[in-house]
């Protein structure tokens, strides 16, 4: 790993081997942050532009991270004519910090996205609810003028039901001059789109520049025109009175079109900010130091200054800095962090360890033979980079269809205006425009809009009631459609440490159990091994008496001794006691049933004498059992994951039902069987909570942590378990299905308002019915739409999981 200055390094710097010839070279791969895009339009147009350069070979434009990972032929093409292909379509690119740096720039970077968009959405919706009521006097005294009433049946509902109890609560409102209520709701409305909203006109304009449309286009488009139409209204109403038609105002659609807008807006950000805290939680357990021999003396240097070849010394309890192979001394190493297995791995003269899992109690030199880049941590940060680098963005259909809808509806607009101003018996220009606005306003995506947020934001809160906390629509989008569950077993499907689940006696009984585990917990309690601390305790749960213990002694990876009132205790594997002079073939079949069963066998002796066999194992969960079942019931395929053993894989696999197990795999084994699933057409669900599952928890389609896990298992995920119970996912897939009907209705009904009502705002019942639907009233359409699509997915609410 190299060493890192005080000034940022971008990652335009070529590695060693990116100085070869291009001959020399395969493809070469460049990852690019690009700035602007907030939909699947907005992706889809980047990956369209990147795919046609010369020379690419493939894209990925990820909308979550904000990246564009390329692979291309060097000879064809160049890190900085890639940049300018990006930002050839509107968008900002640019090469991202390294290491560290670039973590950092993307973390501050989200956050700030989030909190500002937070700020604005709050402001808007204040100032949408301001100017809802005050233009409620607005509308009554239009009313009263008595103009256009016969063509605007709302208006009449809205002055009969809506004024009097609102003129009777705010007496005061009405009596303000309405032209200083215009004017006051024109300088709220100009604040607020110049403000919160500006992002989305500068984007739509950037868009149109670049002939193509997204979401940002049909904001800017509807609230564009309203607000156009409304400030005609203010400045000169008389233009409007004269010709019989009154001077409406749209000034709270606009406002309160750009609020909701934002919402949406807010709850991505929140899911974006987080996708680099795992990465970054890494990249913090390896040592900043290192204790190494040079010239015979042992030195602390920067980890990154330690090379090849290096002795390094680790002391009890410290993290070990880099991958090596001990030298000499012995110790036990908790390597959970890797593994995902509770149990220590005893280390001797020979034994790999690896950087950044932590030493137990012995000391040891060791040999270094990966550092930097070749280190297994940091292969893992590189797994994850990759993994969450190549996940598909969420694909909603108001953006897939965007850039059709919005040149059709404002081609629909102009052939509006044409007819009317061609038709009209009266003030064709004045009706003209505002049937034209009507029809702008009433396609303005504020239903599309809050399709999907608010089915999240009610699914979400739903969920964590449950014990599930989901991190966004994308995670809520891609759960529904997983057929395949992939569970690790440490720490998921059982316990994740060790516990005394048996204890066998000999016939006859050299001490009954009672007075058996007193004696042992005794001299256990004094030993730092987990082992030895799982049957401490389960002496304590049993009520056993704390009994002082003399004469203790510890055989690293073995066993201890110790007298405890005058008896002669030994506790540890069947080659200690053999050492002590103990015939321990009365346990033999004993032992080999508990291996069978993936549990580990300590003998105790008292006085020398056989007294006893404890089994340790990572007992299951209670509900385990019942979760697996449930995913069955479910449809869902389930395979478990495992570090360790085979057979002691397939003892937890029996007992909790699970039809099939990889065992003996590290993280780079777990991810590849997450792509080997995915490559066979399934959609899979990876749960784990150890780092060791980080990878494919970012890789598979919706990671989920228990939330007893580690917190880089939880940052990787897309769903974290506040419970430990496997019958949450099974929640959370159900809640994941249900939402996504939700959401689907909430589209449908979003479009279909704007198939009915495009039409009637153009004026298709004005010639049967001489009804003219008015922007006011095609703005109430639009909020109908917004109310269903509320309503609909309040019905989360009740939700009350699998």
Known sequence: MEARTKTARRADAPDTADTATPAQLGPARLTLQVSGMTCAACQARVQKALSSAPGVIDANVNLMTAEASIAYDPRAASADALLERVRSTGYGATLPLAGGDALAEQDEARIREFRELRGKALVALAAGAI???????????????????????????SMRVLDPPLARALPWLYAIPQRAISYGLLVLTTAVMAWAGRHFYTRAWAAFRHHSADMNTLVAVGTGAAYLLSVIATLAPGFFVARGVPPDVYYEAVVLIIALILVGNTLEARAKRETSAALRGLMQLQPRTARVVRGGAEVDVPVEQVEHGDTVVVRPGERIPVDGEVLSGASAVDESMLTG?????????????????????????????????????????????????????????????????????????IATFVVWFVAADAAPAVRAFAAAVAVLVIACPCAMGLAVPTAVMVATGKGAELGVLIKGGEALERAHAIDTIVLDKTGTITEGKPAVVDVVLPEPAVVQEDRLLALVGAVERSSEHPLAAAIAAHAADAGAPALEVTRFASVTGRGARGE????????????????????????????????????????AAVDGALAGLLAVADPIRPTSREAIARFRRMGLDVVMLTGDTRRSAEAVARAAGVPRVVAGVLPEGKLEEVERLQAAGK????????????????????????????????????????????????????????TMRIMRQNLFWAFVYNVVGIPIAAGALYPALGLQLSPILASAAMAMSSVSVVTNSLRLRRFRGA
């Open 131 to 157: 100017a809802m009521v005050a233009s409620m006097p607005l509308m009554a005294a239009h009313a009263h003028l008595g103009l256009g009433a016969a063509a605007d049946p709302f208006m009449r509902w």
């Open 341 to 413: 297995e509770p149990l220590p791995v005893e280390k001797g003269a020979g034994d790999r360890v690896i950087g950044a899992t932590v030493n137990g109690t012995g000391a040891f030199r060791y040999r270094a033979t990966a550092v930097g880049a070749e280190s297994v941590l940091a292969r893992i940060v590189k797994l994850m980079r990759e993994a969450q680098g190549s996940r598909a963005p969420i694909q909603k259909l108001a953006d897939r269809i965007s850039g059709i809808f919005v040149p059709v509806v404002l081609s629909i607009a």
């Open 683 to 738: 959609v899979v669900a990876m749960v784990g909570d150890g780092i060791n599952d980080a990878p494919a928890l970012a890789r598979a389609e919706v990671g989920i942590a228990m939330g007893s896990g580690t917190d880089i298992a939880v940052e990787a995920s897309d769903v974290t378990l506040m419970r430990a119970d496997l019958r949450a996912v099974a929640d959370a897939v159900a809640l994941s299905r249900r």
């Open 564 to 603: 405890v009132l005058g008896r002669k205790v030994s506790v540890g594997n069947e080659a200690f006691l053999a050492g002590e002079g103990v015939d321990t073939a009365p346990f033999a079949e004993a032992a080999a049933a508990l291996a069978a069963e993936g549990r580990t066998a300590v003998y």
